[in-house]
């Protein structure tokens, strides 16, 4: 009678959220970033003090503020927007520096069909 509902991953029409409104995608992202900067920087300041292990686990620490400060950044901006919005922002922002080409369309104003005469609707 009431049988379980199964929720198929492979039937989803976009990624699920994990972890603070943040698909998987966005935290590799956010976890990429981190990485790249907060190791050489904890390693600089560990070097200065003369201690490895300090840099080595300041990075870490910098690295999960930074996923958990990101993610909710993330959840911010995409609350209440259609799927896909930040990341369009992103490539019409490029576009306007002039620094990445895309197919969206930024024209505002009235379109129109190329007609030059109303269509007939009789024979």
Same mark, same amino acid.
């Given at each position: $009678?009431?049988? #379980? @509902?199964?929720?198929?991953?492979?039937?989803?029409? !976009?990624? #699920? /959220?994990?972890?603070?409104?943040? &698909? !998987?995608?966005?935290? +590799?992202?956010?976890? %990429?970033?981190? &990485? %790249?900067?907060?190791?050489? &920087?904890?390693? /600089?300041?560990?070097?200065?003090?003369? *201690? *490895?292990? $300090?840099?080595? +686990?300041?990075? $870490?620490?910098? /690295?999960?503020? @930074?996923? *958990?400060? +990101?993610? @909710?950044?993330? !959840?911010?901006?995409k609350r209440g927007r259609p799927d896909h919005y930040y990341q369009h922002r992103l490539i019409i922002w490029l576009q306007h520096?002039?620094?990445?080409?895309? !197919?969206?369309?930024?024209?505002?104003?009235?379109?129109?069909? +190329?007609? @030059?005469?109303? #269509?007939?609707?009789?024979?």
């Amino acid at each position: $009678m009431d049988q #379980p @509902t199964e929720l198929l991953a492979d039937r989803l029409n !976009q990624e #699920p /959220v994990i972890f603070r409104g943040s &698909t !998987q995608s966005e935290l +590799g992202l956010i976890l %990429l970033l981190a &990485t %790249l900067f907060w190791l050489p &920087t904890g390693l /600089v300041v560990a070097a200065c003090f003369g *201690v *490895v292990a $300090m840099g080595l +686990g300041l990075a $870490m620490l910098g /690295v999960l503020l @930074t996923i *958990v400060v +990101g993610s @909710t950044l993330f !959840q911010r901006i995409k609350r209440g927007r259609p799927d896909h919005y930040y990341q369009h922002r992103l490539i019409i922002w490029l576009q306007h520096r002039g620094l990445r080409s895309s !197919q969206l369309i930024v024209r505002g104003g009235r379109w129109d069909l +190329g007609r @030059t005469q109303p #269509p007939r609707l009789g024979h």
